[in-house]
C-alpha cells in the first residue's frame, strides 16, 4: 500500500479557501487512484473526492461538490484538495488514501489510515 502524508490543515473561518495536501516518495505513486477522506469528532471516516491515476476522472460527495477540487501532479507525487467557501460543518481530519478507483467510494476499503491533517473552520 502506498504510504501517504497529509498536511496543509490549519483554522479558517467560514467561508475561507484552504488547500491541503498529501504527497509521497513512492515510485509507483501514478499506479493508483487516490481518494480524500475525513473524519468528524465521533464519526466514521466519510467519503470526500477522488481522483483517477491520470486525471481524468474525479467524483465528489454530495456535500462538497461544487466547492472543492481535487487534483494531482504525478511528477511530483502530491494530490491536492482545494477547499472554497468553506463550513462548519467541513471541520474534520482529512486523510488521504490510494487504491482502485472503483473501490475509492468506500473509506472501508482502507484497513490503515495515515495521521491526517486537521481543519477547523470557525463560524
Known amino acids: 500500500q502506498v504510504q501517504l502524508t497529509e498536511s496543509g490543515g490549519r483554522m479558517v473561518q467560514a467561508g475561507d479557501s484552504l488547500t491541503v495536501s498529501c504527497a509521497t516518495s513512492?515510485?509507483?505513486?501514478?499506479?493508483?487512484?487516490v481518494g480524500w477522506y475525513r473524519q468528524s469528532l465521533g464519526k466514521e471516516p466519510e467519503f470526500v473526492a477522488s481522483?483517477?491515476?491520470?486525471?481524468?476522472?474525479?467524483n465528489y460527495a454530495g456535500s462538497v461538490r461544487g466547492r472543492f477540487t481535487i487534483s494531482r501532479d504525478n511528477a511530483n507525487k502530491i494530490v491536492s484538495l482545494q477547499m472554497n467557501s468553506l463550513k462548519p460543518e467541513d471541520t474534520a481530519v482529512y486523510f488521504c488514501?490510494?487504491?482502485?478507483?472503483?473501490?475509492?467510494?468506500?473509506?472501508?476499503?482502507?484497513?490503515?489510515w495515515g495521521q491526517g491533517t486537521k481543519v477547523t473552520v470557525a463560524s
Open positions: 488514501n490510494a487504491g482502485a478507483y472503483a473501490n475509492l467510494w468506500n473509506p472501508k476499503t482502507f484497513s490503515s
Open positions: 481522483i483517477t491515476r491520470y486525471a481524468d476522472d474525479t
Open positions: 513512492e515510485p509507483t505513486f501514478a499506479r493508483y487512484a
